[in-house]
């Protein structure tokens, strides 16, 4: 089975596991290969899903963000639980029961996290230097400027992330996301993640078309 289904089926299981003793509408797994910084602006993450569950309705209302007692030395996870409308915010008591598994739930993730990072191409754990160092490069080429959080979003967009996974990692709202990657975009003439590699490693002598 590729990578990708059984990262996908790792994830489904293990939103099911929280949502047998605690219900949630999604959840959010995500694995830095290195300490969390502040903030992560373009970390390639090692893991990095998110799954709904059918009865949700993607009005996030509430969430809880859940890290471990101790960190590794080689990576970071995170857990994030959420609830969408018409579903009632978390109670003290519905929080302390996810505290009680937490240790649980780490430890299952951080040996899967683990298995993935041995089984990863020393090209893939440099992508997230080589991605940042390009995109920041291309601004110099072209002497165009972004201020921090949309050069943020930019390099969150380049790695892959959803507008409702960035929102969880910058800590803002999803339409904030957007604002800032409209305004990108407007600045650097481009209409997309698409869009936007194609004009990170373009020649900075040559043409670049933003469709």
């Not at 596991?17 to 830095?32: E, K, P």
């Not at 579903?87 to 040996?111: G, N, V, W, Y």
């Not at 969880?168 to 709202?173: G, N, Q």
Request: aromatic share 6%; with cysteine.
């Amino acid at each position: 089975m590729p990578r990708t289904c059984l990262r996908c089926l790792f994830s489904s299981l293990f939103h099911t596991l929280i949502d047998t003793q605690l219900a949630v509408d999604a959840t959010h797994l995500s694995s830095l290969p290195q300490p969390w910084q502040s903030p992560p602006a373009s970390e390639v993450p090692v893991f990095n899903e998110t799954v709904t569950s059918s009865r949700g309705t993607l009005l996030l209302s509430d969430s809880i963000h859940l890290y471990p007692v101790q960190a590794s030395e080689s990576f970071s996870c995170k857990i994030t639980v959420f609830r969408a409308l018409p579903a009632q915010a978390f109670s003290p008591s519905e929080r302390r029961q996810l505290s009680d598994i937490t240790p649980l739930l780490f430890s299952i993730l951080e040996k899967h996290v683990n298995a993935l990072q041995l089984a990863m191409p020393s090209s893939e754990l440099k992508k997230t230097e080589s991605l940042e160092e390009r995109f920041q490069e291309r601004l110099r080429e072209t002497g165009l400027s972004l201020s921090e959080r949309e050069t943020q979003v930019c390099l969150g967009l380049l790695a892959g992330h959803t507008a409702l996974e960035q929102a969880e990692r910058l800590t803002l709202k999803v339409n904030t996301v957007g604002s800032y990657q409209r305004r990108a975009a407007i600045k650097l003439g481009i209409s997309g993640r698409n869009s936007l590699m194609r004009w990170m490693y373009a020649s900075s002598e040559g043409a670049f078309s933003a469709c």
